[in-house]
């Protein structure tokens, strides 16, 4: 993993994030609120997005769903198969009609211009399309990545959900585990020196310090995230 306290340097460059995005995160994430209760005052376009936002998760989590009851027949399970064999012919037919490129190109320029959102509805407008299981977890590796380090208004749950679906979807993509692992590395050695400051003395803590060597490391050091 690599250090990077710089904020908006080159956001072309797609493994860099900034140290402001990830102290932001971090202050929200600390905070005193519930879990389900936001404070900050969500805008009528926010709304819109967070609708379509589960919109769409919604749909992911149902394709999903398919296939994955272990208690059905064997009949049950060979139409299944069938059905998710269907499912990737037209997400096969589907992609020949995607242009990544455009895609890319847009991305970078809403990147270099701070225009997260629109970052955000291009990943579900790609979603939208149905593209194959490989497309969607990029997509969602993307959009779990935004919520993490540039919109400040996305919750731990948020940016969870959207790493854990790129890797249901792709079980296989190095970025999305590599994203996740960090994003829960980096909470977790935050708590582990909150929990030391509250109490130096437990042993526990000691330990957990002592095996992962974080003593000199601080808890909101920034990390690189990565995707396709």
Not at 73 to 98: H, Y
Not at 103 to 111: A, C, G, L, S, T
Not at 205 to 210: E, T
Request: net charge negative.
């Amino acid at each position: 993993m690599c250090a990077n306290n710089k904020s908006s340097e080159n956001k072309n460059d797609l493994h860099n994030s900034t140290g402001k995005g990830n102290l932001e995160l971090h202050h929200k994430l600390s905070g005193n609120d519930e879990p389900d209760v936001r404070k900050e005052k969500i805008t009528t376009n926010d709304k819109r997005n967070n609708e379509q936002s589960i919109e769409y998760i919604n749909e992911d989590m149902r394709v999903l769903a398919v296939g994955q009851n272990e208690e059905k027949g064997a009949e049950d399970a060979d139409m299944e198969i069938q059905k998710n064999i269907s499912m990737d012919k037209e997400s096969q037919d589907d992609n020949e009609g995607l242009d990544y490129k455009e895609f890319e190109r847009k991305w970078n320029k809403y990147m270099e211009d701070d225009e997260f959102e629109k970052c955000e509805t291009l990943c579900f407008e790609m979603i939208k399309k149905k593209p194959s299981n490989s497309i969607r977890s990029q997509m969602h590796n993307r959009l779990g990545y935004l919520y993490e380090r540039y919109l400040g208004n996305k919750q731990f749950d948020d940016i969870l959900e959207h790493y854990v679906l790129a890797l249901q979807f792709d079980d296989h993509c190095t970025d999305a585990h590599f994203n996740l692992a960090n994003f829960l590395f980096e909470q977790g050695s935050r708590h582990l020196s909150l929990a030391n400051e509250l109490n130096p003395n437990h042993p526990l803590i000691k330990q957990r310090i002592k095996e992962l060597q974080l003593a000199t490391i601080p808890h909101d050091v920034v990390f690189c995230c990565f995707f396709l």
